[in-house]
């Protein structure tokens, strides 16, 4: 673990404390959370050398990161985090930005809608309508891959479970960060991981999940991926860090998709913390986190393009 990464999760683990101090116990409302995403991502900096693109795709805000020289036919559908109640494409423009340097692939972000004012199925349906409409306009499944973050990583499973249950070809592979993929909070590393995790409050998520969820039980595999049946899913790529109240969300899905025959890469980067990716200016550890992205990606698109040979 890099000093650097040392130093900033010191001063977030004091934030964290003093504002868990603040509540009083109590949850803190939509508006505060939603406010709090945007004061720490709100100094994120755009990379050089990007051509952003915005496109109203059936009502759905989205954005469109090409870099240079990108392929024509392959992009990375990128799901942000937030616990299903906040974020969007102004907290990830940055990183997805990035992502798409490192990877040559352009990268389309979307604000689907957030609960609690909309709750299950809707940010399902909202990606789900974004995926088909790529493979509809000239995106084929192979030269697609879907990446998100925690409950943006926890909605990619949820997507590709949706679109193979509905018969919709599934994509070359998903990237997962720090996925949430367990509403019902049984790891057994979300209690205990609560004090050295510097950016997920355990109290807070478990509440705000059932924000999320409605009326499904937490543990239904619609709101909670971890439950579901993986078979036929495409590789997976994992990356999440020993700091993390979410780590066993991670372990638990890549041996449960394993058991399912899916062919799953299981990162676990000791000290980093919840999507340290995002510092990608700050940390190296982020850098050569987001470099494997970048492997994993032209390795899946690589078969897509044998394939269009082929076909």
Not at 54 to 69: A, F, R
Not at 170 to 178: F, H, I, M, T
Request: charged share 25%; with cysteine.
């Amino acid at each position: 673990m890099s000093l650097r990464n040392f130093i900033i999760k010191s001063v977030l683990l004091r934030k964290k404390r003093k504002w868990n101090k603040q509540l009083k116990g109590e949850l803190p409302s939509v508006e505060a959370l939603r406010s709090w995403m945007d004061k720490n991502t709100a100094r994120f900096e755009m990379p050089e050398g990007i051509n952003v693109k915005k496109l109203n795709v059936e009502g759905i805000e989205t954005e469109w990161m090409i870099p240079p020289d990108a392929h024509a036919n392959e992009i990375i559908f990128y799901l942000h985090g937030g616990g299903y109640v906040m974020g969007g494409i102004k907290n990830y423009r940055a990183f997805v930005a990035k992502l798409a340097l490192e990877t040559g692939s352009k990268v389309l972000i979307i604000n689907y809608s957030l609960a609690p004012e909309n709750p299950y199925p809707a940010a399902l349906e909202d990606s789900l309508k974004i995926y088909q409409w790529l493979n509809e306009n000239g995106y084929r499944s192979v030269s697609i891959v879907l990446a998100g973050d925690s409950a943006g990583g926890g909605l990619v499973l949820s997507t590709m479970l949706a679109a193979r249950d509905r018969g919709i070809v599934l994509p070359a592979g998903a990237v997962l960060l720090s996925p949430l993929t367990d509403l019902a909070c049984t790891g057994e590393s979300f209690y205990p991981n609560d004090k050295k995790d510097p950016v997920l409050s355990a109290d807070i998520l478990a509440g705000i999940g059932k924000w999320y969820a409605g009326d499904i039980p937490l543990d239904d595999s619609r709101v909670s991926p971890l439950y579901a049946d993986f078979t036929h899913m495409p590789p997976i790529l994992i990356q999440v860090g020993t700091s993390e109240i979410l780590l066993n969300d991670s372990t638990r899905l890549a041996s449960r998709a394993k058991e399912a025959g899916v062919e799953v890469e299981l990162d676990v980067w000791q000290g980093q913390i919840h999507v340290w990716q995002l510092l990608w200016k700050e940390l190296p550890e982020a850098r050569k986190a987001i470099e494997k992205i970048g492997s994993f990606t032209r390795q899946r698109f690589g078969q897509g393009r044998i394939l269009y040979h082929e076909v």
